[in-house]
């Protein structure tokens, strides 16, 4: 009989981090999401805020480093570092603490991918997901989420 309570006891520690990992899992891809539409939605603003300079001040012209720049063009500047702020964050901060959070579902998912529960098996959601989107696949989306609003910027100074 002690032996059952410990089966039951190791089963439910094995669920409860599983629930975890798979919360976790949901709250860094929400975070993320909310962090890539809130940045390129303020330099989506910033971009129209230097068109709007350029349509309000078409003479307007600042001397910087010995050069005359024009102010739209300091505006789309700041544009794109602030884009190159976000994505590092994103990339090198939430996006690893996803990857991290994945890693560990598919070694929870690997370990119990035998083990059946009244005939169903209970993980593999985080490796089946993972297999249809692969972390290389994820990598070159972010790239071009990030680099469609820094090619507009680039092209437009």
Known sequence: MPEENENAEGAKLVLDEWKTVISTQMHFNEMIMRMRTTGVSVVTGVYGAAAFALGQYPTKFLGIWG????????????????????????????????????????????????????????????????????????????????????VAGLMSL
């Open 67 to 150: 050069m005359s720049i024009h102010v739209s063009a300091v505006i789309i500047g700041f544009g794109i570092l602030l884009l190159a702020s976000i994505f590092a964050l994103d990339y090198h901060y939430y996006f690893r603490l996803l990857i991290g959070a994945v890693r560990r579902g598919e070694e929870i998912d690997a370990a119990y991918k035998k083990q059946l529960v009244s005939g169903a098996k209970l993980f593999g959601m985080t490796t089946m997901i993972t297999e249809e989107v692969s972390r290389r696949r994820a990598g070159i989306s972010l790239g071009v989420f990030y680099g469609v609003p820094l």
